[in-house]
């Protein structure tokens, strides 16, 4: 204030997400929803001519400056378009050929669809000795449909599902930030 009592100068302070500051629950909102339950994505399906020469399906979102690919790699890739760098990528055995991405009762997993069928990757956790999943899936865990697989706005991938009335994370993977050390240290 100045000495006749005008307000010269105002901060305002606005407050994201939880009021509590526990959590940045805006990081965990949905940007876009990749597949539904019960969706299947191959390799060998993409939306242009490129995509399909490469056997890659690719999405991507100008607003959050990423993009989601799968490929016959079988490894999933959440790419930075900004900085040209992979935030978050999955795990994959190296077999030739086609791959599929499915989405069935909450759980994401990639396949290979020359036989044998086996598991690549999935948000349960493969175990190949015993051939069977470690975790449970989120039905196990109380979660129910409808689910979906999502991309936040903080950059994660995410499954979320619907427990006691709303719709929550059932699963999520966090940015690799480890994976980029050093490379912006010049």
Same mark, same amino acid.
């Given at each position: 204030?100045?000495?006749?009592? +005008?307000?010269?100068?105002?901060?305002?302070?606005?407050?994201?997400?939880?009021?509590?500051?526990?959590?940045?629950?805006?990081?965990?909102? *949905?940007?876009?929803?990749?597949?539904?339950?019960?969706?299947?994505?191959?390799?060998?399906?993409?939306? *242009?001519?490129?995509?399909?020469?490469?056997?890659?399906?690719?999405?991507?979102?100008?607003?959050?400056?990423?993009?989601?690919?799968?490929?016959?790699?079988?490894?999933?890739?959440?790419?930075?378009?900004? +900085?040209?760098?992979?935030?978050?990528? *999955?795990?994959?055995?190296?077999?030739?050929?086609?791959?599929?991405?499915?989405?069935?009762?909450?759980?994401?997993?990639?396949?290979?669809?020359?036989?044998?069928?086996?598991?690549?990757?999935?948000?349960?956790?493969?175990?190949?000795?015993?051939?069977?999943?470690?975790?449970?899936?989120?039905?196990?865990?109380?979660?129910?449909?409808? +689910?979906?697989?999502?991309?936040?706005?903080?950059?994660?991938?995410?499954? *979320?599902?619907?427990?006691?009335?709303?719709?929550?994370?059932?699963?999520?993977?966090?940015?690799?930030?480890?994976?980029?050390?050093?490379?912006?240290?010049?």
């Amino acid at each position: 204030m100045d000495k006749n009592g +005008f307000v010269k100068r105002q901060q305002i302070y606005i407050q994201v997400g939880d009021a509590s500051g526990d959590r940045e629950d805006w990081k965990f909102e *949905t940007f876009a929803v990749i597949l539904s339950d019960g969706d299947k994505i191959t390799s060998e399906h993409g939306d *242009t001519d490129e995509e399909i020469e490469k056997h890659e399906v690719k999405m991507e979102w100008e607003k959050l400056e990423v993009a989601f690919q799968f490929d016959t790699s079988g490894i999933l890739k959440l790419k930075d378009d900004f +900085f040209g760098i992979t935030i978050f990528k *999955t795990l994959s055995k190296v077999d030739p050929g086609p791959q599929v991405l499915e989405f069935k009762d909450g759980a994401i997993a990639t396949y290979n669809l020359i036989g044998p069928k086996s598991v690549l990757w999935s948000s349960r956790v493969w175990d190949a000795d015993a051939q069977s999943f470690r975790k449970k899936s989120p039905v196990g865990e109380g979660f129910t449909g409808p +689910f979906e697989y999502v991309v936040t706005k903080g950059n994660r991938m995410a499954i *979320t599902g619907m427990k006691n009335g709303q719709r929550q994370i059932a699963w999520h993977e966090d940015p690799d930030y480890e994976d980029w050390t050093g490379r912006f240290e010049d």
